[in-house]
C-alpha cells in the first residue's frame, strides 16, 4: 500500500514537472487593465435586468419568412433574451393566426451570437433542419459578415488593412491575440491556438468620411500585416475617433475587438480591450460595435440572402459630412 502511494506521488509530482517544462505561446496584446472587473461586473448586472424586459416590435424585424427571422438586436443585451422574446413578436404579428399555425415556436435556435453590447443582425431559424444547415454555412464560412465600429486612437496610414494572426485563451482565461506562427501551438488550458484574420477598411477620421467610390476594394491599396511580435501603438499619441467597417474571415470570440486593439484603434467603450470609458465628458455604457450585414445562400431556396440592420446613431452621426 505505502508502495503504491509512493508510485501516484511519483506520478503526480511527473505530471507537475511537465507542466512546468512545457512551453506556452505568449499572447501579444496586454493582458485585461485592472478597471475593466469592475465596470464589466456593473455593465453584467444591468444587461441582466435590461434583457429581462426586452421585448422586439415589428420595427426591429429586418427580415422573415417561414424559416429565419432575421432581426435588429439592441445593444446591453443577451442574444437568449431575444431568444425568448421572439414567440411574443410572432404571436403578436399581423397576421399571426397565419403564423402561428406554420411556425413551431419550440424549435427557434439563435443561428448566430453576438456580444452583449453588439448590436445589430441576428438570425433565428424556425426549425431544426434550417439551423442545421446554418450551422454548417456559419462553420464553413459561407457566411459573409461586416461589423461596423466607432474607435479612437490615432488615425491610421491605412485605408484598408488585414490583420493575420492567432487567437486563445490566456492562462487566466482571458482571450488575446497571439503570433501567427503560434497557430495550433497548445494552450495552458489545453485548448489550441487558432487563427484569425479580418480586413478592415477606413469610414471617416474626426468626421471627414470616404464616398462609396473612393471605399471600394482596391487590392493594390490594401496593407496585410501577419502578426509574430507585440503592437508598438504609443498609446499617449493623438486620439483621433475613426469608424471603420471590419470584416471578419474567420468567427473567432471577441475577433474585431482583439485586432481593433491590436493596431492601437480600440474600440470606444470597450474597457476590456483598452477602449476609452469617458469620451469627450460622456461616460460609456457599453462598446460600439455594430453587426451590419449578413450575406449567404437562403438554406432553403437556395437564393442569395443579404440582410442589414440600419446603422445606430453614433454611427450615423460619424457618416456625416462636418
Known amino acids: 500500500m505505502a508502495d503504491q502511494t509512493l508510485s501516484n506521488t511519483q506520478k503526480t509530482q511527473s505530471t507537475d514537472d511537465l507542466k512546468s517544462t512545457i512551453n506556452y505561446p505568449v499572447p501579444l496584446s496586454p493582458p485585461l487593465p485592472a478597471m475593466s472587473k469592475q465596470i464589466e461586473l456593473s455593465r453584467a448586472m444591468t444587461a441582466s435586468s435590461k434583457s429581462s424586459l426586452v421585448s422586439l416590435s415589428r420595427s426591429d424585424v429586418i427580415f422573415e419568412d417561414e424559416w429565419l427571422i432575421a432581426v435588429n438586436k439592441p445593444q446591453g443585451v443577451y442574444c437568449e433574451s431575444v431568444l425568448a422574446s421572439i414567440p411574443t413578436l410572432l404571436t403578436h404579428s399581423n397576421d399571426s393566426d397565419e403564423l402561428g399555425n406554420q411556425v413551431n415556436l419550440p424549435e427557434l435556435h439563435l443561428a448566430n451570437r453576438l456580444d452583449r453590447d453588439t448590436s445589430g443582425v441576428m438570425l433565428i431559424t424556425k426549425s431544426h433542419k ?58 495552458p488550458g489545453g485548448s489550441v491556438v487558432r487563427d484569425m484574420q479580418t480586413l478592415f477598411e477606413v469610414l471617416s477620421v474626426n468626421g471627414q468620411g470616404h464616398s462609396k467610390e473612393s471605399s471600394k476594394p482596391d487590392k493594390n491599396e490594401e496593407k496585410v500585416v501577419v502578426v509574430e511580435e507585440k503592437s508598438m501603438t504609443d498609446t499617449n499619441l493623438k486620439k483621433d475617433e475613426i469608424l471603420i467597417r471590419a470584416y471578419p474571415q474567420s468567427g473567432r470570440t471577441h475577433q474585431i475587438r482583439l485586432h481593433c486593439q491590436y493596431l492601437g484603434i480600440p474600440i470606444r467603450g470597450d474597457v476590456k480591450y483598452d477602449g476609452v470609458y469617458e469620451w469627450k465628458g460622456r461616460m460609456y455604457d457599453g462598446h460600439e460595435l455594430h453587426a451590419e450585414s449578413l450575406s449567404f445562400e437562403h438554406p432553403v431556396t437556395g437564393l442569395p440572402a443579404v440582410y442589414e440592420a440600419p446603422l445606430p446613431l453614433w454611427a450615423s452621426q460619424a457618416l456625416q459630412p462636418l
Open 130 to 187: 434550417v439551423a442545421a444547415k446554418l450551422v454548417k454555412a456559419f462553420t464553413d464560412h459561407k457566411v459573409q459578415k461586416t461589423y461596423i465600429s466607432f474607435c479612437v486612437g490615432r488615425a491610421p496610414e491605412w485605408h484598408r488593412i488585414t490583420v493575420k494572426s492567432g487567437h486563445g485563451r490566456s492562462k487566466f482565461g482571458a482571450w488575446r491575440v497571439y503570433a501567427t506562427s503560434d497557430v495550433g501551438r497548445t494552450l
